[in-house]
C-alpha cells in the first residue's frame, strides 16, 4: 500500500528515522556517487536460468531439434527418429523413423542427419541433409507433416533443395548439410546450412519454402588472419542454429570434431556471434567477424550438474538447437559420455551475449562480485590426437608489486591472489584485485593486439594518457572440463603464461588465441593449450577479504577507501556508512522526483545485504543492521510514484 505523504516526506522520514540507527549522516565520510555498483542489469523480462535440465526416458540422440505442437515436445534427430514427451524433462518416448525419399538413395545409403523442424500454420517442415560422413556430396532435402507423432506421415518433397559442390562468395566450397530455417523480421524466411569443410551460408527462401533465391551469403569460416580462408584448413565447422533476441540475431556453430570412434578424443564445442541482420556480418565479442575465423566459446566439455539426468561427463557438446518458451531461449545438442546423449540448458544472458551458468560455487558460478583464484591448467599434452582431461595445477595468478602480474605457487589466503569478478557492459568482465592498495585491474598493457604484450594490473579508472589504451575488460571462452580462457577486449589476445613448462615467476602475457584443432605449425594442440586455460576457483569470504572488498571498492571504473588490514570492527562500521550514504542518497533522488535513478539505488543497496539464504560475497550487512536497512529500503520504495 503506497504512503499517503509525498515521496520527498517520505524520503525525509526515512532518513530520520533509520539511519541514526545506523550511526549513519548526511555528513559522509566517503564520498557517496563512487559507491554505486554500476554492474549493467540484465535485459527486464529475462526469465532467470534454471541450469541443466534434468531428463528421463530415451534421449540417446544426435543433432536433435525441439519443438512442440502446443500439447507436446518433440525431438527429431539424425538417424530419422522422433520421440515426443509432456515436459521439457521427459519421459522422452521414441514413436520410430521418418523414412528415407527415393531420391537420397543417389546420394547416400545412409540416414537422415541433422534435421530441423518448425511449424507454420499448423503444418510441421522437416529440412534434413542426406550425405556420408566425411564427403562433400550432400544434399538437403524438405518433408512435411500435420501429425509431427506419426514417422510415416512425413511426405517428402521429392527433390533436393540445395546439393553441394559449388564455391561461394570469400572462397569457401559450402557442403549441404545441417539446415535451418528461419523467419526474419521482415517476414522472410531464410534457410542456412554447412558444412564440415569450409563456411556456413545462408540464402533467402521463396514463399513455397523450397526454392532457394538471390545471393549466398558466407556467414561463419573458420579461416583468420593467420589461416586465410583461401587456404585448406582443418579446422571444422557445422551445425549452425539462428535465433532473434532484442534486435540482434545470433548464430550458433559446432566447432572441431564429432563422431570420431572413441568418444573422448571428440572436440566439439559451441560457438556464438550475432548481427543486426540475419545474412549478417556475425561478430563475436572482440567484433571479429564469424566469415573470418571469429567466434566466441560459449559451450564446451562439462560434468553434468548435481541432480541432472543422465549423469556423466557431457563431453563435445555440438548439433545445437535453439527453443524458444515463456521468454528463454534452451539451447539443444547432444554430447559424449562417450556415448551421445542429448542435453538442454536454459540461456543465461549478460547484456547481449548468452552464457551458461551453473549456480553451487563452482568454476561455472560467474557472480558478479565474487571473488576467485585464476588457476591454470597443469600439464602439457603430449598426444595430440587424445583429448585429455585437464586438472588445475597449484600455480595461480598472482599480482606481483610494480604492476606485474606472474604465475606463482598457489597460496590460501593470498590477497594478491584473489580477483574479484566484476560484470561489466554487453559480455565482458573485469578482474580486480584484492591485494592493491587501490582499486587495480587485470590488463593488457595496451590495445596493440601484439603477441606477446605484458599483462598487468592498472587502476580500474582511466588515469591520464598512459593508462587510457589498456583494455581491462575480459570474455571467458569456456575451454571445457571446468576452465576458461579470458580474451582481452579489443586486443583480442588470451591471458597467457608466457613459460610453457609452469616455472614459477613466469610473467603473464597475450598470446594469440588458441581456439581450434589447427595442427600446423605453432598451433599444435590449439584447443588443448594449458597456459590459455584457467579455473576460475571460488574463494570463500573471510573477514580481511570482504574488508579489502570494501576498502578497495570499485563502481564504473572508479576506486575510494583505504588500504586493506583495518581492524574488523572498524570495517563494519565503514561498511554499513556506506550502505546508510547508498540510501541518503537514494532519499535524495526521491525528493529530486530522479525515480529511476532512485530504483537503481535501492536495488543496489539490496545486493549487499544479506536477509536469506546463504552469504554471499558482496554482502556487507547481517543480522540486526540488515533488518533495519531493508526497512528503510522498504519505506523508502513506498515512497515512489
Request: charged letters at 25%; proline letters at 7%; hydrophobic letters at 35%.
Amino acid at each position: 500500500m503506497r504512503w499517503s505523504r509525498r515521496p520527498a516526506e517520505t524520503a525525509r522520514s526515512a532518513q530520520r528515522r533509520f539511519l541514526p540507527a545506523l550511526g549513519v549522516t548526511a555528513a559522509v565520510a566517503l564520498p557517496v556517487s563512487l559507491l554505486v555498483p554500476q554492474a549493467v542489469a540484465e535485459t527486464p523480462g529475462d526469465a532467470p536460468a534454471s541450469g541443466q535440465v534434468p531428463l528421463t526416458g530415451q534421449v540417446a540422440v544426435h543433432d536433435p531439434t525441439l519443438f512442440t505442437d502446443g500439447e507436446r515436445y518433440y525431438v527429431a534427430s539424425t538417424h530419422n527418429s522422433v520421440r515426443s514427451a509432456p515436459t521439457l524433462e521427459g519421459p522422452w518416448t521414441t514413436h520410430g523413423n521418418v523414412p528415407k525419399a527415393d531420391w537420397t538413395w543417389d546420394v547416400s545409403g545412409g540416414t537422415l542427419w541433422a534435421p530441423h523442424v518448425v511449424e507454420i500454420d499448423g503444418t510441421f517442415h522437416y529440412y534434413y541433409s542426406q550425405s556420408n560422413f566425411g564427403s562433400n556430396d550432400s544434399a538437403i532435402g524438405l518433408k512435411t507433416t500435420t501429425t509431427p507423432w506419426d514417422p510415416d506421415s512425413y511426405e517428402d518433397h521429392g527433390a533436393p533443395i540445395i546439393t553441394s559442390g559449388d564455391v561461394d562468395p570469400g572462397g569457401a566450397t559450402h557442403n549441404a548439410i545441417d539446415p535451418v530455417v528461419h523467419q526474419d523480421e521482415s517476414g522472410v524466411w531464410w534457410i542456412i546450412w554447412g558444412s564440415h569443410f569450409d563456411g556456413i551460408m545462408a540464402q533467402r527462401l521463396e514463399d513455397d519454402m523450397v526454392t532457394v533465391t538471390g545471393e549466398i551469403h558466407l556467414l561463419a569460416h573458420r579461416g583468420s588472419d593467420r589461416f586465410p580462408v583461401d587456404e585448406p584448413a582443418f579446422n571444422r565447422i557445422e551445425g549452425p542454429a539462428v535465433f532473434e533476441r532484442d534486435g540482434y540475431y545470433y548464430l550458433l556453430t559446432g566447432w572441431d570434431w564429432c563422431c570420431r570412434a572413441n568418444g573422448d578424443d571428440n572436440t566439439y564445442k559451441i560457438v556464438v556471434g550475432r548481427s543486426e541482420n540475419i545474412h549478417g556480418p556475425y561478430v563475436d565479442k572482440n567484433g571479429v567477424p564469424l566469415a573470418e575465423g571469429g567466434g566466441s566459446i560459449i559451450l564446451n566439455s562439462r560434468v553434468a550438474q548435481p541432480g541432472a539426468t543422465p549423469a556423466g561427463l557431457y563431453r563435445a557438446p555440438g548439433g545445437p538447437d535453439v527453443f524458444t518458451e515463456d521468454g528463454v531461449h534452451y539451447l539443444v545438442y547432444h554430447a559424449y559420455r562417450p556415448q551421445n546423449t542429448m542435453a538442454i540448458r536454459p540461456m543465461d544472458w549478460h547484456g547481449g551475449w548468452p552464457y551458461f551458468d551453473e549456480p553451487g560455487g563452482g568454476p561455472y558460478d560467474l557472480d558478479d562480485r565474487a571473488y576467485y583464484r585464476l588457476v591454470n591448467q597443469d600439464g602439457i599434452i603430449t598426444d595430440p590426437d587424445s583429448l585429455q582431461n585437464p586438472v588445475p595445477s597449484e600455480r595461480c595468478l598472482t599480482a606481483a608489486g610494480d604492476g606485474d602480474v606472474v604465475q606463482s605457487d598457489c597460496d590460501d589466503g593470498s590477497l594478491d591472489q584473489m580477483w574479484e569478478l566484476q560484470m561489466d557492459v554487453d559480455g565482458f568482465w573485469r578482474f580486480r584485485n584484492m591485494g592493491q592498495t587501490s582499486g587495480h585491474c587485470l590488463a593488457m598493457a595496451d590495445g596493440s593486439g601484439d603477441e606477446g604484450t605484458d599483462v598487468v594490473v592498472v587502476p580500474c579508472e582511466d588515469e591520464g594518457d598512459g593508462e587510457r589504451d589498456a583494455p581491462r575488460r575480459w570474455y571467458l571462452d569456456d575451454t571445457g572440463h571446468g576452465f576458461h580462457r579470458p580474451v582481452a577486449e579489443r586486443a583480442n589476445l588470451a591471458l597467457e603464461v608466457q613459460n610453457v613448462d609452469g616455472v614459477i615467476g613466469t610473467d603473464v602475457v597475450g598470446g594469440y588465441r588458441r581456439d581450434g584443432d589447427h595442427q600446423a605449425g605453432n598451433l599444435t594442440q590449439a584447443a588443448k593449450w594449458p597456459p590459455q586455460q584457467w579455473q576460475l576457483d571460488r574463494q570463500p569470504v573471510d573477514a580481511a577479504l570482504l574488508l579489502a572488498a570494501f576498502d578497495g571498492f570499485v563502481a564504473d571504473g572508479r576506486v575510494v577507501g583505504h588500504a586493506p588490514g583495518r581492524a574488523e570492527a572498524d570495517a563494519g562500521d565503514r561498511r554499513l556508512t556506506a550502505l546508510g550514504n547508498m540510501l541518503t542518497r537514494a532519499a535524495g533522488l526521491i525528493e529530486a522526483e530522479s525515480y529511476d535513478e532512485a530504483r537503481t539505488q535501492l536495488t543496489d543497496v539490496r545486493k549487499r545485504i544479506h536477509r536469506s539464504g546463504e552469504v554471499r560475497p558482496y554482502h556487507f550487512a547481517t543480522g540486526e543492521d540488515a533488518a533495519t536497512l531493508y526497512a528503510l529500503i522498504e519505506e523508502l520504495e513506498d515512497a515512489l510514484p
